[in-house]
């Protein structure tokens, strides 16, 4: 096997109307750290997961005489769950579901495994606690918001409540702007306050206007923005496109989130944009036509594609174009202007490998990246990621 070669990613047969989770599966290919979260759920679970697994292997463009990913069985594995894809649906749809059919995997393992690890002394005693607990598995696409009520009246606030999400969903902006900018809608998350009236001060004890602020309370690995580009007309009720352009960032820190207080500003963390899915009018379908642009890097060593190389993000890659199973050389630049960006997936990356989010550095090529990890080498790489996205 020659030293270096060319490799191309593939892109996924189109089987029906499956467009929509074509986008999704490519932008999920491009991020490790979901990558690394499959295999997790799939060496600890294997069903669903272990199916999406090997889609996503497929899609690295190194299968010898294979020009595209045939999707079947991934399709079969999402039936048996009660989703078809082979019919008009919103990528953000499709991508919930997957997400939520691996967080299920991982659910019922989890308590299978305290049903198995019970103290009998303790359940004797009515206590029954676990001799083996152990944080629960988060994927890496889960962050945190803090949602804060405060009293106009007498400032008193209960304090943070915390809401789980999956991706950060924007309305588009007003109709007098002819452009999207994507830091403004993250800023939408921090620096907005919302007056609600009607909710019971127990300081003031009686109902008082409040201020409803939120803030990002705990980043995700992997970072999606979802730009809601269909509203329905009110006058019609017919639905409504709204395709102005939106306005890329390559790279965002995470200050522009978080306000400066976290973790990812201490250890050097930054977001770069992974792959954006794309969903535009197309003649003949209902729903309309989604495709991804994506990144791959260029590092090839021994015949395999490295996803990171030595544990950093040296963003020696090229852009892609990806229509179903048609894929082509393209460019992305920052600060251009892309028509129909629908969702943006970006992923979290150290220059230093102290706090990184990246792969953990490891001699040579990554096992788990290539697929030869054991389950010990997954489960401790795993153990360790977790360990520095919180810290």
Same mark, same amino acid.
């Given at each position: 096997?020659?030293?270096?070669?060319?490799?191309?990613?593939?892109?996924?047969?189109?089987?029906?109307?499956?467009?929509?989770?074509?986008?999704?599966?490519?932008?999920?290919?491009?991020?490790?750290?979901?990558?690394?979260?499959?295999?997790?759920?799939?060496?600890?679970?294997?069903?669903?997961?272990?199916?999406?697994?090997?889609?996503?292997?497929?899609?690295?463009?190194?299968?010898?005489?294979?020009?595209?990913?045939?999707?079947?069985?991934?399709?079969?594995?999402?039936?048996?769950?009660?989703?078809?894809?082979?019919?008009?649906?919103?990528?953000?749809?499709?991508?919930?579901?997957?997400?939520?059919?691996?967080?299920?995997?991982?659910?019922?393992?989890?308590?299978?495994?305290?049903?198995?690890?019970?103290?009998?002394?303790?359940?004797?005693?009515?206590?029954?606690?676990?001799?083996?607990?152990?944080?629960?598995?988060?994927?890496?696409?889960?962050?945190?918001?803090?949602?804060?009520?405060?009293?106009?009246?007498?400032?008193?606030?209960?304090?943070?409540?915390?809401?789980?999400?999956?991706?950060?969903?924007?309305?588009?902006?007003?109709?007098?702007?002819?452009?999207?900018?994507?830091?403004?809608?993250?800023?939408?998350?921090?620096?907005?306050?919302?007056?609600?009236?009607?909710?019971?001060?127990?300081?003031?004890?009686?109902?008082?206007?409040?201020?409803?602020?939120?803030?990002?309370?705990?980043?995700?690995?992997?970072?999606?923005?979802?730009?809601?580009?269909?509203?329905?007309?009110?006058?019609?009720?017919?639905?409504?496109?709204?395709?102005?352009?939106?306005?890329?960032? $390559? =790279?965002? /820190?995470?200050?522009?989130?978080? %306000? !400066?207080?976290?973790?990812?500003?201490?250890? @050097? +963390?930054?977001?770069?944009?992974?792959?954006?899915?794309?969903?535009?009018?197309?003649?003949?379908?209902?729903?309309?036509?989604?495709?991804? $642009? =994506?990144? /791959?890097?260029?590092?090839?060593? %021994? !015949?395999?594609?490295?996803?990171?190389?030595? @544990? +950093?993000?040296?963003?020696?890659?090229?852009?892609?174009?990806?229509?179903?199973?048609?894929?082509?050389?393209?460019?992305?630049?920052?600060?251009? =202007?892309?028509?129909?960006?629908?969702?943006?997936?970006?992923?979290?990356?150290?220059?230093?490998?102290?706090?990184?989010?990246?792969?953990?550095?490891?001699?040579?090529?990554?096992?788990?990246?290539?697929?030869?990890?054991?389950?010990?080498?997954?489960?401790?790489?795993?153990?360790?990621?977790?360990?520095?996205?919180?810290?």
């Amino acid at each position: 096997m020659s030293a270096s070669k060319k490799i191309i990613p593939l892109g996924v047969r189109n089987i029906g109307d499956s467009c929509h989770m074509n986008a999704i599966l490519t932008s999920l290919a491009t991020s490790e750290s979901f990558r690394l979260y499959v295999r997790v759920v799939a060496v600890t679970c294997g069903g669903f997961a272990a199916v999406l697994n090997t889609v996503l292997r497929k899609m690295d463009g190194d299968q010898i005489g294979k020009s595209m990913v045939e999707p079947y069985d991934l399709a079969s594995a999402l039936r048996l769950a009660g989703y078809r894809v082979d019919c008009p649906r919103d990528a953000d749809e499709t991508y919930d579901k997957i997400l939520s059919l691996l967080t299920d995997q991982m659910k019922t393992a989890e308590a299978s495994r305290r049903t198995q690890s019970l103290d009998l002394r303790s359940l004797r005693n009515g206590h029954g606690t676990s001799l083996n607990s152990r944080r629960s598995q988060v994927s890496p696409s889960t962050g945190y918001l803090g949602r804060r009520l405060t009293c106009v009246v007498c400032s008193y606030s209960e304090g943070l409540k915390l809401e789980t999400f999956n991706r950060l969903s924007f309305a588009m902006p007003p109709k007098e702007l002819d452009e999207i900018q994507l830091t403004k809608c993250l800023h939408e998350v921090t620096g907005k306050e919302e007056l609600v009236d009607g909710i019971y001060c127990w300081m003031c004890e009686s109902s008082t206007p409040h201020f409803l602020s939120y803030s990002i309370a705990r980043l995700p690995q992997m970072l999606c923005v979802h730009l809601k580009r269909l509203t329905w007309s009110a006058q019609t009720g017919a639905p409504v496109r709204d395709d102005r352009p939106a306005v890329i960032d $390559l =790279r965002i /820190a995470p200050s522009q989130l978080t %306000k !400066g207080h976290g973790a990812a500003e201490r250890n @050097g +963390v930054e977001y770069r944009l992974r792959s954006v899915v794309l969903h535009s009018e197309h003649a003949g379908s209902s729903g309309g036509h989604y495709t991804c $642009l =994506r990144y /791959a890097r260029r590092h090839i060593e %021994k !015949g395999f594609v490295s996803l990171v190389k030595d @544990g +950093v993000d040296n963003e020696s890659g090229v852009w892609y174009c990806v229509n179903d199973d048609t894929v082509t050389q393209s460019g992305l630049l920052e600060g251009e =202007r892309v028509k129909s960006a629908y969702m943006l997936f970006y992923e979290a990356v150290s220059n230093t490998n102290y706090g990184s989010l990246a792969l953990e550095k490891q001699s040579g090529l990554d096992p788990i990246v290539l697929g030869l990890a054991t389950k010990e080498q997954i489960m401790k790489t795993w153990a360790m990621r977790n360990r520095l996205g919180n810290g």
